[in-house]
């Protein structure tokens, strides 16, 4: 090989090193893995697994051994899951900070936790002024499970970079820092970490649309940002606007943004990465919540509306992060866009409107549009895109919350293949889920005068049952996550505001089941 051509491949593996694993709107970091340990740097932060014999990597001094040993037992440092301890000018060692995280028992410590040790390092590593920052795992060992271990601490770092600042005159800088990954597997670490890198560009996208106030985030506003961030992945997009959408029937979907200038849209967002029929996710995508003419009286709750897009955006983000990927997979996202207000044009308690699949519905509440607009995405997911298996997403009901709270979404299925898929995915992402029952409440959606209303008791059942009829034989699950959108305070993985739940839970979902 001539010099000039190794030359231009050492440029070439220089600039590939150096690059973020790919460009994203909302982070600054640079991440590079490594077998080879960096001589100096900023911080030098040391994952440690619980039970650790001794905290030492091979090259360091005895002086440095000791200092760290000392300082170990000093501060009571185990090593289990966010045990933490900081040594300033640690002796023998070119950088002015050694932290140690504990990261729990190395096999043991699900994925979620080793996330949310990444979260909590990365506020720390926020608040000091550190540009230059070499995490060694070296201590996890060189198997896959250690790898995996290292790409949830990154994942978990970004994660929680993620903030909300569009309407900011002067956003506070976004974390710039240089990360050097130092493991003994730093292929299997790289590796692990771009598909979770995916992951988080979905997520991001979902706390954005969620946190678009309703004016902002409305029905085509949404689904022309969610094209733009889908088309080039090699989504392909389809955006029905309302006259398509009263074209083909979907009156139910249509009759909740009636009264607003901003009418109804249907996104379609398909990701051809393998055959066979599609997986359909459905989600709500109601830009707000007024509650129509059963207007919405308590100032609080009203005021948070704008998370009513919630399962709306987790579908794109969703669907964003199995393109960003390449998954083997045949999906396809389903968004039926609304905004639920009033005016002279609004529907009225007591309306009926035909949805898609030709059923009359009798609208018992203006208020329960949420499964209005979702009985025209799934019947559409069904008719017209062949559906093999429906999922929908939404911020259905405060009887959700009232029974679950936000520990769990409730899903509903008579399908147990589902309900243990999504079990095991929620357990794995901290996205739980809890099954709610269908079965024992005959008649609770009849009306007097329609074939079915909108409305009955008790209350997540009731939207659960209603929505069922759509599916037809298609095999189906509801998950009901209301409240799950939504933190006041940053919470662990979760900056303030939303929280984009779902996106990892249905991604990791859709590559279990294909
Ligand atoms: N978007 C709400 C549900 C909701 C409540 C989401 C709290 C997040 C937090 C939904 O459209 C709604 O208003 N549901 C009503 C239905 C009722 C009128 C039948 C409810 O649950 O009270
Ligand atoms: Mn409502
Ligand atoms: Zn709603």
């Not at 902002?216 to 992945?233: C, I, K, M």
């Not at 083997?328 to 609304?338: A, E, F, H, R, W």
């Amino acid at each position: 090989m001539s010099h000039l051509h190794q030359l231009v491949l050492a440029v070439a593996v220089a600039t590939f090193m150096a690059m973020p694993a790919s460009a994203s709107q909302y982070l600054n970091t640079e991440f590079e893995f490594t077998d080879v340990m960096p001589e100096s740097g900023d911080v030098l932060v040391l994952l440690v697994p619980e039970g650790q014999a001794e905290l030492a990597l091979d090259d360091w001094s005895q002086a440095t051994r000791e200092h760290v040993a000392r300082a170990r037992g000093a501060a009571g440092f185990t090593g289990q899951a966010n045990d933490h301890m900081e040594l300033l000018a640690p002796v023998d060692l070119a950088f002015d900070r050694l932290i140690l995280t504990g990261i729990g028992p190395v096999g043991g410590t699900p994925r979620h936790q080793a996330e949310e040790v990444g979260a909590a390092l990365s506020q720390r590593l926020n608040a000091m002024d550190a540009d230059a920052i070499v995490v060694s795992s070296s201590l996890l060992g060189e198997g896959s499970t250690e790898a995996g271990l290292t790409a949830y601490v990154a994942h978990g770092m970004d994660l929680r970079n993620y903030r909300f600042d569009r309407f900011k005159s002067d956003p506070s800088p976004r974390p710039s820092q240089t990360f050097v990954w130092h493991s003994e597997n730093p292929q299997g670490a790289e590796e692990g970490y771009r598909l979770l890198r995916a992951l988080a560009e979905g997520v991001f996208t979902a706390r954005e649309l969620t946190n678009l106030p309703g004016r902002t985030g409305y029905p085509e506003a949404f689904a022309n940002h969610a094209r733009e961030v889908l088309e080039p992945l090699g989504v392909e997009v389809t955006i029905l606007g309302p006259e398509d959408v009263r074209a083909m029937g979907m009156g139910s979907l249509y009759s909740v943004s009636q009264g607003s200038d901003m009418k109804a849209h249907l996104l379609v967002a398909h990701w051809t990465g393998g055959t066979g029929d599609p997986i359909a996710l459905v989600g709500k995508g109601n830009s707000f919540d007024t509650g129509g003419y059963n207007l919405k009286t308590d100032a609080a709750s009203i005021l948070r509306m704008h998370t009513d897009k919630a399962g709306g955006a987790a579908v794109v983000g969703a669907i964003q992060a199995l393109a960003g990927q390449e998954a083997p997979v045949n999906v396809v996202g389903v968004v039926p866009l609304s905004i639920n207000m009033i005016s002279g044009d609004a529907s009225l308690p007591g309306d009926v409107v035909t949805a898609g699949d030709g059923s009359t519905i009798e609208i018992g509440n203006t208020d329960a549009e949420g499964r209005l607009i979702l009985a025209d995405g799934i019947w559409y997911a069904r008719e017209h895109l062949n559906a093999r298996v429906i999922l929908n997403i939404a911020t259905l009901t405060g009887a959700k919350v009232g029974a679950l709270g936000t520990a769990y979404s409730a899903i509903f299925t008579r399908d147990e293949r589902l309900e243990r898929t999504l079990r095991t995915a929620g357990e794995l992402t901290g996205e739980r889920v809890w099954p709610m029952p269908l079965d024992g409440y005959e008649g609770i959606t009849r009306s007097r005068i329609a074939d079915q209303i909108n409305t009955g008791s008790p209350g997540a059942q009731a939207g659960a049952i209603f929505l069922e009829h759509f599916a037809g034989d298609t095999p189906w699950v509801h998950i009901d996550i209301a409240g799950d959108a939504f933190v006041a305070g940053s919470q662990g993985i979760h900056p303030e505001g939303s929280t984009g739940h779902g996106v990892r839970l249905m991604t990791e979902w859709v590559r279990a089941l294909e």
